[in-house]
């Protein structure tokens, strides 16, 4: 199999951050090594952190974020940053919170950024993430996570992954709803296991073409998985645009012009323009005019672009 969705860990840092507004004396800062593999920022603003909370009466807070370096494997969709989030005494911003009907039996309350709350075994949280385990065990084992982030942090998304880390495999269907989300959110909390997985069931998907490819290329160029990225290529090379199953004629100038081939940038929709990191877009850009119509040209050139751009950015050229 080709390289799958692997992120490799890079050097850890150390930051912490307390909220001590209400203490009357210094508390000792607590070390929590975490590390990302992003390199810009959301287009939501600053990275909202991971909240591991703890009842009142103190109230206090240990928030962290991921950071480091970014490999160049991965596109790099965003940055974090460090704040404090306050707890729900603090903000009220838990009092309209709604129970997944799935998830409700478990000893850890998850939240989604969307207000949704999971109960499930620890486990499964704790199992699929070394981030989460070193927080759990810096705050004294307490079994709450609060997620802030509302791009890729929500409830469909936690689905997904409790999907993904409970029974093994995910539900695919050939549009692949918030399985770019998916990706970003195990990647930035290093949940490797997951993300293997993840490659194996796209990969076969892709091999039986179950999937749409302009929607699995967008999930695996956002994971960085160069290996799917030409497999997408080299069994959809000749795939055009379909009939839109819905007619606007204020949005249908958006889309991909139907009849015409998916991968040429002349006809790309606005969405796909806008969902695939820009280095990608470059290559596809570069192969298409190279293909000559032929089987796996397309995927080979593309390949190449990227390796170029890789020796770009490590020799410093400009172009």
């Not at 991971?50 to 596109?75: C, D, E, H, K, N």
């Not at 994971?223 to 069994?235: I, K, Q, R």
């Not at 100038?253 to 081939?261: D, F, M």
């Not at 040429?264 to 806008?274: G, I, K, L, N, V």
Request: charged share 20%; aromatic share 10%.
């Amino acid at each position: 199999m080709s390289r799958s969705l692997r992120a490799t860990p890079s050097p850890p840092s150390t930051h912490h951050e307390e909220d001590d507004s209400d203490m009357g004396s210094p508390r000792p800062s607590i070390p929590i090594r975490t590390w990302s593999r992003y390199g810009r920022r959301s287009p939501r603003g600053p990275q909202a952190p991971l909240a591991f909370q703890t009842p009142s009466p103190s109230r206090r807070t240990i928030s962290y974020t991921p950071q480091g370096s970014v490999p160049q494997m991965v596109p790099a969709p965003f940055a974090a940053s460090i704040r404090d989030v306050p707890t729900d005494s603090e903000s009220g911003s838990f009092s309209s919170l709604v129970d997944d009907g799935e998830w409700t039996g478990g000893d850890f309350e998850i939240c989604s950024a969307d207000g949704v709350r999971f109960r499930v075994p620890s486990c499964f949280v704790l199992a699929s993430s070394p981030i989460f385990r070193d927080a759990h065990g810096l705050n004294n084992g307490k079994h709450t996570i609060t997620f802030t982030d509302s791009t890729f942090e929500t409830a469909p998304v936690l689905r997904l992954w409790l999907q993904l880390v409970s029974q093994g495999h995910v539900t695919i269907t050939s549009t692949l709803p918030h399985f770019k989300e998916l990706t970003l959110f195990l990647l930035k909390w290093e949940m490797e296991s997951c993300l293997n997985n993840l490659s194996v069931h796209l990969e076969v998907a892709v091999r039986r073409k179950l999937v749409r490819p302009t929607e699995v290329f967008i999930v695996v160029a956002n994971a960085g998985d160069v290996s799917l990225c030409h497999l997408v290529l080299t069994v959809f090379w000749q795939d055009t645009w379909p009939t839109a199953t819905t007619s606007r004629s204020f949005t249908d100038r958006l889309r991909g012009k139907v009849g015409e081939n998916v991968w040429d940038p002349r006809y790309w929709s606005a969405s796909f323009w806008e969902a695939v990191p820009q280095r990608y877009l470059f290559a596809m850009a570069r192969a298409y005019g190279e293909r000559n119509n032929m089987e796996g040209v397309l995927a080979a050139r593309f390949k190449e672009y990227l390796m170029l751009l890789g020796k770009e950015k490590s020799w410093g050229v400009a172009g």
